[in-house]
């Protein structure tokens, strides 16, 4: 072999060991969820809730913690019976604790009280843990809350999912585009996944002058002046805060993607706890939503991940009717390269009524963006 041909060889040999090594050293995202559970009285609504005067919804209400308890029971004398697992108090913020369920592998769930419901967490997981699990969620997490007498709420309690910030932290790039992209998918905060105001805003309600100012930000970080994903994060967070916050009275945290925890860890200085929340998903009815919004997540991700351009930040002014959003989101879906037969099943009403089959929505979307009126 002649050295040349050598030398190319040993070039392209040597590109493959290193793309191996940084396909290994890659982050894979991580999930964690807040599953939340509601009872009219079991959890303390109602004629006062069934709850002591001034404490209705409270976390600490008498009638969550006995939800609580119920529920440990249960999983103690089934759950755990069969499964070997382990049953123990530990702290959590706000001066509560977190009952945790832990398995001999490792994988652990908690139940808290949080106000009006109870919210179950979990370790951590990728997509492929939590599709490996998702019988194990089902039975020992929304089945144990069923039986005694506990059940997702549209009305109560929140689905946010957590993306891991490691993934982030590696790639700051994704994370902008990632943010820009949810935000411009306004119709997810806006009846498709979550329609919740006063906990997940949607961009839509930004004023003209805090969106100038994301944009701003976001050139800055084009522009190699911002980094890291934790500045990144912080600097679009605060902007956010400083905008709601004093005007409307709570907080940057109370939007679609909440960033707070990507500079501020939820659980003292621990860097495994600081992540992207995203706020504007309704409860999961079963494990395999959750299993099917976490792969809508993860797919969107890698999605993001191939592109090269940045993603301009433009929320649209109105979400449109009813017809447009479930167009938008079926966009999102298939751009993702997600089967639009397994996404139309989150729709809900009165959006269920417009999940049309793939063909129809593909058509509408064409005809909107040929500037004819789709409906005609």
């Known amino acids: 072999m002649k050295y040349r041909e050598y030398a190319a060889v040993k070039l392209v040999a040597s590109f493959f060991f290193l793309a191996s090594l940084f396909a290994v050293a890659a982050e894979e995202p991580r999930f964690g969820p807040e599953f939340t559970f509601f009872h009219p009285t079991r959890t303390g609504v109602g004629d006062h809730f069934g709850n002591e005067p001034g404490q209705e919804g409270l976390a600490q209400a008498p009638a969550l913690q006995k939800a609580r308890q119920d529920m440990v029971d249960y999983i103690s004398k089934t759950v755990c019976k069969a499964r070997a697992c382990e049953i123990s108090e530990i702290p959590y913020r706000d001066n509560r604790t977190a009952v945790r369920v832990t398995y001999p592998d490792g994988f652990w769930f908690q139940i808290i009280p949080d106000p009006w419901v109870l919210e179950v967490m979990t370790k951590p997981s990728t997509l492929s843990e939590i599709k490996a699990r998702e019988k194990l969620i089902q039975e020992h997490v929304f089945d144990a ?69 994301i944009q701003k930000v976001l050139r800055e970080f084009d522009d190699g002046k911002i980094r890291s994903a934790k500045v990144l994060s912080q600097r679009i967070f605060d902007l956010i805060d400083s905008s709601i916050y004093l005007k409307e009275e709570y907080g940057g945290r109370e939007v679609a993607v909440n960033l707070m925890n990507m500079f501020q860890p939820t659980d003292g200085n621990n860097p495994a706890s600081r992540r992207v929340e995203l ?40 979400s449109g009717s009813y017809q447009e959003r479930v167009a938008r989101f079926y966009e999102y879906v298939t751009e993702s390269g997600l089967d639009w037969k397994d996404y139309r099943k989150l729709l809900r009403s009165p959006y269920s009524s417009y999940g049309g089959s793939a063909k129809k929505l593909s058509c509408y979307l064409s005809a909107a963006e040929s500037g004819i009126d789709p409906k005609k």
């Not at 009846?191 to 006063?198: M, R, Y």
């Open 145 to 213: 809350a069923k039986a005694v007498g506990l059940r997702p709420s549209p009305k109560f309690g929140g689905g946010h999912i957590s993306i891991s910030a490691d993934v982030f932290d590696e790639n700051p790039k994704l994370l902008r585009n990632f943010v820009v992209d949810w935000l411009n998918h306004a119709e997810l905060s806006e009846g498709i996944l979550e329609n919740s105001p006063e906990s997940a805003r949607s961009a839509t309600e930004f004023s003209e002058r805090l969106k100038k100012n």
């Open 279 to 318: 706020r504007s998903i309704r409860a999961q009815k079963d494990s395999r939503e959750y299993t099917l919004l976490t792969e809508m997540v993860s797919k969107r991700l890698e999605y993001l991940s191939a592109l090269e351009e940045s993603l301009e930040f433009a929320p649209p002014r109105s």
